[in-house]
């Protein structure tokens, strides 16, 4: 009886020490730029936070390729060598990552997307917030104020995203939907457009302000796709000496503190919040589950993302526009406090009412 206990008592421990490896070991995020802040600042500790609660005893280890997509490749071979149980993926350059996902492949290290897409290889599913949805809430939002405006034809300017990106080519199709019909009305004229490589804002600002220079000032509305871009345009306008309000900057996303500021100063008009807390607890959920052996969670799952080499499973979260009149709901959802959204612009009419 005493041996038969005993080989019960050792093979539970066997079990449970196979449990604990699975739930143990290295996960690395592996975040794409510094130029897009929200990544270091944001993404990085709600989803090593996130983890601890997912999967307390794994180690996070959050390296960022500062825009280069080789030495993200490097990073992605560095994670396997160190026994990486699995890598949390913001793709650098969407277009350029295949090789450090058949990296990860071939040594059966699984890859989960985390915000941008990653073409031309296998991953176990993609968190993103519905980016079609964002970019029909900055369609929309660029479109009603078009439309209130007494001028026609309105002169826009285009600042894209990253091209052959997922992410832009749904914001790009969603922003069509509102904006394609005022261009074949002729209510709408498009004076300059271009993508932005790697999302760069400091691109994003030439562009403007070459678009200005050529058109003479003469640019009624900027229309962007992230607050990086933007931002561009709102440093551009700055730079040329224009002042709050005397020309339209839309197209904003993710709610960085900012874009807030400029939304209470008036320099630009919205940002689409993505409540970065969700995505990075939704993406701990999923990297806790692939851990356990579990796979990921059907719950979890209501969508694809077409990577060109297969249907990515997606959890694809909601997104919600946000203006000067309901600023204050990104105070609600906890993302950011009136104090930190009005530091250094105290005496603006929103500050004013919230401080």
């Known amino acids: 009886m005493k041996a038969l206990l005993s080989a019960l008592l050792a093979t539970a421990t066997i079990f449970i020490g196979e449990a604990r490896a699975q739930d143990s070991g290295k996960v690395f995020f592996l975040l794409p730029n510094t130029t897009t802040i929200r990544f270091e600042s944001r993404d990085a500790p709600f ?3 996130a983890m601890k609660k997912a999967a307390p005893d794994v180690e996070v280890v959050v390296q960022n390729a500062q825009g280069d997509p ?11 060598t160190q026994g990486a149980k699995l890598i949390l ?3 650098a350059d969407a277009n350029l990552i295949a090789g450090g996902l058949a990296a990860a492949e071939a040594a059966k ?10 073409v031309g290889g296998k991953a176990e599913a993609h968190v993103v917030f519905d980016s079609l949805a964002v970019g029909r809430e900055q369609g929309k939002r660029a479109a009603d104020l078009i439309k209130a405006m007494d001028k026609s034809p309105v002169k826009v300017a285009r600042v894209k995203g990253n091209q052959g990106e997922y992410g832009t080519g749904q914001y790009e199709k969603g922003q069509n939907e509102f904006l394609q019909p005022l261009i074949d009305s002729g209510k ?12 760069d804002p400091t691109l994003a600002q030439s ?5 200005l220079t050529k058109n003479g000032g003469d640019v009624d509305v900027f229309v962007g ?10 440093a551009a306008l700055i730079s040329q000496g224009f002042k709050p309000g005397e020309k339209l900057v839309t197209g904003g996303q993710d709610a960085t503190v900012e874009a807030l500021r400029y939304v209470a100063q008036g320099w630009q008009d919205n940002s689409v919040l993505k409540d970065l807390k969700l995505e990075a607890t939704e993406a701990a959920k999923i990297v806790a589950s692939i851990l356990a052996g579990k796979g ?8 694809t993302v077409n990577n060109q080499r297969m249907e990515v499973p997606a959890a694809l979260l909601p997104v919600q526009n946000i203006t000067i009149d309901n600023l204050g709901d990104v105070v609600k959802a906890g993302v950011w406090t009136w104090k930190e959204i009005c530091q250094g612009i105290e005496t603006t009419k929103v500050c004013k009412a919230h401080l």
């Open 47 to 49: 989803f090593v936070d």
């Open 70 to 80: 080789q030495q993200q490749q490097r990073q992605i071979e560095d994670a396997i």
């Open 89 to 91: 993926l913001t793709s």
């Open 109 to 118: 290290v699984p890859v989960v997307l985390y915000d941008h897409d990653a």
């Open 188 to 199: 709408v004229k498009v004076v300059c457009e271009q993508y932005t490589q790697n999302w």
């Open 207 to 211: 562009f403007a302000e070459d678009c």
């Open 225 to 234: 796709m992230n607050d990086g871009t933007t931002g561009g345009s709102v």
């Open 296 to 303: 990921v969670p059907k719950d979890l799952i209501n969508g």
